[in-house]
């Protein structure tokens, strides 16, 4: 008998037991990356375990790609704090300076994040003794982005955290450039800032609720993000309705589909207008052509919150994807995936997401099994977290696996066209990859 065999790879499983598909660790960054809500436990790993695994892989990746996945991660699916981490663990490798200079200079996009770097630098520092000292790549970054910010953005993020800007500022030793600027720093320093008129800085001083809302919608004040976030503190204050109503048919930029769906959990007063603003947002998208299929995943892992302070879920998140999807697609079916296969009446806006979520019960991941018995279809969408119970084959047509998990393991690989998050900028991606493709028409 033969001892000396041929050696057997390390079989790699999705955590229901499927066989999961071998990628690299560039691919495996990126699926740990481009979903998560930095440090927030998901429903089979724990956000500690996420970070170390992003933390174990970037040194195996070429700095370039990694910098090149942090500003993809904070422009197309506008993520804040994982993009600091990157750059903080980047600034760990020697050589990667010039990375992390680039990569502070672009992701940081509000005053606050500059105060955010250097905390999590500082991570797990228990005295002054052991906070380390800031990369020379990092202090670069840092000046630079520091220039981006007027008085207005400074005083509306100087918060009594425990890393403020003027320490920034101070750690950086950053060199104004003009007078003004000079002078700007001085007030970051000496905390003398003029204090902006915004809804949190009002609440923060014990302003009347239901006034500091009413005043500020009058004049404008409320971005659409912000309108959204607020629109349940707004009802319960009492804000006049018309006021609400009027501030729907103003502009919302860079507001995901998800965003009024978890809107209308505490507002369904407001439920004609979410869904009017939210079609409004994705009108003018260009049409996909050809037979389409959306297949969402509501098993029970994606009833996990999306962060420990949020009532939205990759339910959620997945369900506003699908409404995306669906406007853009003239020929279209909709499916949910669990324990069984269920097709869902094709509504629009918020009714879509309703069907979805109500479709049928949130069991196991039977994924393989939905996708035997599909129609035919020119283009196949599946939104899912990848962590399927059973085999998962090759789509019968042009295949796409959107992965809104985190989760080291997934299957939408091979055959599959696969991307990772949930941004509306996944129908570019699919725009893009189809635009040199005859196949369909």
Request: with cysteine.
């Amino acid at each position: 008998m033969r001892t000396n065999v041929t050696a057997v790879g390390k079989v790699i499983k999705t955590h229901e037991g499927a066989s999961a598909v071998r990628i690299n660790e560039l691919k495996e960054l990126r699926r740990s990356v481009l979903s998560t809500m930095l440090w927030e436990n998901t429903f089979y790993e724990s956000g500690d375990s996420i970070a170390f695994r992003i933390a174990e892989l970037i040194p195996k990746v070429k700095p370039l790609d990694v910098a090149n996945l942090a500003i993809e991660a904070r422009d197309r699916m506008y993520l804040r704090h994982v993009p600091l981490f990157i750059a903080r663990e980047l600034a760990r490798i020697k050589g990667a300076g010039t990375h992390v200079t680039n990569i502070l200079e672009h992701v940081i996009q509000r005053p606050d994040e500059l105060s955010e770097y250097v905390a999590m630098y500082w991570r797990g520092a228990t005295s002054d003794a052991d906070k380390e000292t800031l990369s020379a790549g990092s202090k670069r970054g840092l000046a630079k982005a520091f220039r981006k910010f007027n008085e207005y953005g400074f005083a509306k993020y100087d918060r009594d955290t425990v890393v403020k800007l003027r320490d920034v500022l101070r750690l950086i030793h950053a060199k104004p450039e003009t007078a003004e600027q000079s002078a700007l720093w001085r007030k970051v320093i000496n905390r003398s800032l003029e204090t902006p008129d915004t809804w949190e800085v009002a609440l923060s001083k014990g302003a009347d609720k239901k006034e500091t809302f009413e005043r500020l919608l009058r004049e404008n004040k409320l971005g659409g993000l912000a309108f959204l976030r607020n629109l349940r503190n707004m009802v319960s204050a009492g804000v006049e309705s018309e006021l609400i109503r009027n501030r729907f048919s103003q502009p919302f930029e860079k507001v995901l589909p998800f965003r009024f769906v978890a809107a209308c959990e505490h507002a369904s007063t407001f439920l004609p207008e979410l869904d009017a603003a939210m079609l409004r947002c994705i009108e003018a998208e260009k049409k996909l052509l050809g037979k389409t299929i959306i297949l969402v995943d509501v098993s029970g892992s994606m009833d996990a919150p999306l962060s420990e302070k949020s009532d939205m879920t990759r339910v959620h998140a997945a369900s506003g994807l699908a409404v995306l999807i669906r406007e853009i697609c003239p020929d279209v079916r909709v499916f949910t995936f669990s324990t069984h296969l269920v097709e869902v009446p094709a509504f629009r806006g918020l009714a879509l997401v309703d069907k979805i979520r109500t479709s049928q019960a949130h069991h196991s991941t039977e994924l393989g099994h939905a996708l035997s018995r599909l129609p035919e279809y020119d283009r196949l969408i599946v939104v899912t977290d990848e962590q399927s119970h059973d085999r998962v084959n090759a789509p019968k047509g042009k295949g796409y696996m959107i992965n809104v998990g985190t989760y080291k393991n997934g299957v939408g690989y091979g055959a599959w066209t696969h991307i990772d998050g949930w941004s509306d900028r996944v129908v570019d991606f699919i725009r893009e990859v189809e635009s040199t493709d005859e196949s369909v028409s």
